[in-house]
């Protein structure tokens, strides 16, 4: 079951043309999506508007090879290891739902461009990962939903509350969840469950406006912007990260040793005190 190209198989009822037709609608409305979203929001105006004011209270210049540097970090960091989350549950249920929907999404290409029929064997090492994908996708996913978002977590929501925000997570789950069943029920077209797979394709590729997919692309470049603030020293106009124990910060802040000696402790971030339980 595992090592069927079900896009091959499906080749006899649909021709590849018209898939490969689909996916290439698919891109478009991705990019059409997000294009809309950012005039909508005007997003990409305010990006650019908050960047030049950075710059006129920058304390020194960024080069072009520490922004290439910052830029490698995200990279690194924030993109490739999902490094913004603090928190170690979220953040591996993010890897594991990011990861999870590309090596998902990049061989449902693969074999519909590289293998469309079952004249072309398709080697087994691609379907097999269309498999991990889409598990690893509803795992990362279904431990989100149920567990892990705030609505559940800290505000205390019942998981079946539904919001247009959620359109992304459950498009996401819906696509998942009715891709594994259609290989479970055998592939084909004549299947109730490649429908359901084929429709929560197409919302969850074609609601990109209304959801949160395109932060894949955002988030990125927000993090970037805010590395290059540190690094230039405008830091979005925030106070610096004093040392209360510096005796030049206390000189400047006289009520620091008054109230909390010479040598006050470091109590860390107040949003991490205690667990939010108050509902
Ligand atoms: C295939 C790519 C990706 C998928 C499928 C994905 C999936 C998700 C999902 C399901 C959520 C939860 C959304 C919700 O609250 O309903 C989320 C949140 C988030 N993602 Fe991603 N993501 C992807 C790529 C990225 C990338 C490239 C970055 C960063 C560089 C990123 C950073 C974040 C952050 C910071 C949040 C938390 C947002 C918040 O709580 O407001 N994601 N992502």
Same mark, same amino acid.
């Given at each position: 079951?595992?090592?069927?190209?079900?896009?091959?198989?499906l080749?006899?009822?649909?021709?590849?043309?018209?898939?490969?037709?689909?996916?290439?609608?698919?891109?478009v409305?991705?990019?059409?999506?997000?294009?809309? =979203?950012m005039?909508?929001?005007?997003?990409?105006?305010?990006?650019?508007?908050?960047?030049?004011?950075?710059?006129?209270?920058?304390?020194?210049?960024?080069?072009?090879?520490?922004?290439?540097?910052i830029?490698?970090?995200?990279?690194?960091?924030?993109? +490739?290891?999902?490094?913004?989350?603090?928190?170690?549950?979220?953040?591996?249920?993010?890897?594991?739902?990011?990861?999870?929907?590309?090596?998902?999404?990049?061989?449902?290409?693969? @074999?519909?461009?590289?293998?469309?029929?079952?004249?072309?064997?398709?080697?087994?090492?691609?379907?097999?990962? %269309?498999?991990?994908?889409? +598990?690893?996708?509803?795992?990362?996913?279904?431990?989100?939903?149920?567990?892990?978002?705030?609505?559940?977590?800290?505000?205390?929501?019942?998981?079946?509350?539904?919001?247009?925000?959620?359109?992304?997570?459950?498009?996401l789950?819906?696509?998942?969840?009715?891709? +594994?069943?259609?290989?479970?029920?055998?592939?084909?077209?004549?299947?109730?469950?490649?429908?359901?797979?084929?429709?929560?394709?197409?919302?969850l590729?074609?609601?990109?406006? %209304?959801?949160?997919?395109?932060?894949?692309?955002?988030?990125?470049?927000?993090?970037?912007?805010?590395?290059?603030?540190?690094?230039?020293?405008?830091?979005?106009?925030?106070?610096?990260?004093?040392?209360?124990?510096?005796?030049?910060?206390?000189?400047?802040?006289? =009520?620091?040793? @008054?109230?909390?000696?010479?040598?006050?402790?470091?109590?860390?971030?107040?949003?991490?005190?205690?667990?939010?339980?108050?509902?």
């Open positions: 079951m595992f090592v069927t190209n079900l896009f091959a198989g080749s006899a009822d649909i021709s590849p043309s018209i898939m490969q037709g689909y996916i290439i609608l698919m891109i409305l991705v990019m059409g999506g997000t294009i809309l =979203d005039i909508h929001k005007k997003s990409a105006k305010y990006f650019f508007a908050n960047a030049e004011k950075a710059k006129k209270s920058a304390k020194r210049e960024v080069g072009g090879g520490e922004k290439v540097a830029a490698t970090s995200v990279l690194v960091k924030e993109v +490739l290891t999902s490094g913004e989350f603090d928190n170690p549950r979220r953040r591996l249920s993010h890897l594991l739902t990011m990861w999870g929907t590309v090596i998902f999404i990049v061989t449902t290409v693969i @074999m519909i461009f590289g293998y469309p029929t079952t004249e072309t064997p398709t080697p087994a090492i691609i379907p097999q990962l %269309w498999h991990v994908g889409a +598990l690893m996708l509803a795992v990362g996913g279904y431990w989100f939903w149920f567990a892990i978002r705030v609505d559940v977590s800290a505000e205390g929501l019942p998981w079946f509350r539904v919001e247009r925000a959620d359109l992304f997570i459950l498009s789950l819906a696509t998942s969840t009715f891709a +594994l069943l259609w290989s479970y029920m055998g592939g084909g077209a004549k299947n109730v469950y490649f429908v359901l797979f084929v429709l929560s394709n197409t919302v590729f074609g609601g990109v406006y %209304w959801s949160k997919f395109a932060h894949m692309f955002f988030k990125p470049a927000a993090a970037f912007q805010k590395k290059i603030t540190r690094a230039d020293g405008s830091r979005e106009n925030l106070p610096p990260e004093y040392d209360l124990t510096d005796p030049e910060v206390q000189r400047k802040f006289p =009520d620091i040793p @008054m109230y909390m000696g010479k040598n006050p402790p470091n109590m860390g971030l107040c949003i991490k005190a205690e667990r939010a339980k108050h509902y």
